[in-house]
């Protein structure tokens, strides 16, 4: 593993006890009772996606490094799969506060993250 991958496997690990911390922090959040239920039901939501779409970040890693991309296409993926991640978790946060904003950028999150699944797709199939 080098270049790319190597780098965004990292973050995606540095960024998973980010995660870990997050639902320590809602535990506390229900305690106190301080989120109103749509506030409870986006932060579960983007808590649960950012955990969940960083393993499968992990796992589209793997598959990335062992597919026929060259370097550029291998970037394209990373960043597709580092910005998908993060705009379709963090998109359910900024919901708390604008809903409409925030789901725009749930959506655009979900595309970026199939698209970074059809260019690794791509690479595995074709190349």
Known sequence: MHGPVQLFTVIALVSLPTVMYG????MGLLKREVLNDQQKSFFRAGHAHAGVLLVLALVALQV????????????????????G????????????????????I???GAVLLGAAMLLTAYGVAFL
């Open 23 to 26: 639902g320590y922090a809602l």
């Open 85 to 104: 991640v993060l705009a379709q978790s963090g998109g359910f946060f900024l919901a708390m506060l604008r809903t409409r904003v925030g789901m725009a």
């Open 106 to 108: 749930t959506t655009a």
């Open 64 to 83: 990335l490094d062992r597919s026929g991309l060259g370097d550029t296409g291998r970037w394209v993926a990373c960043f597709l799969l580092l910005f």
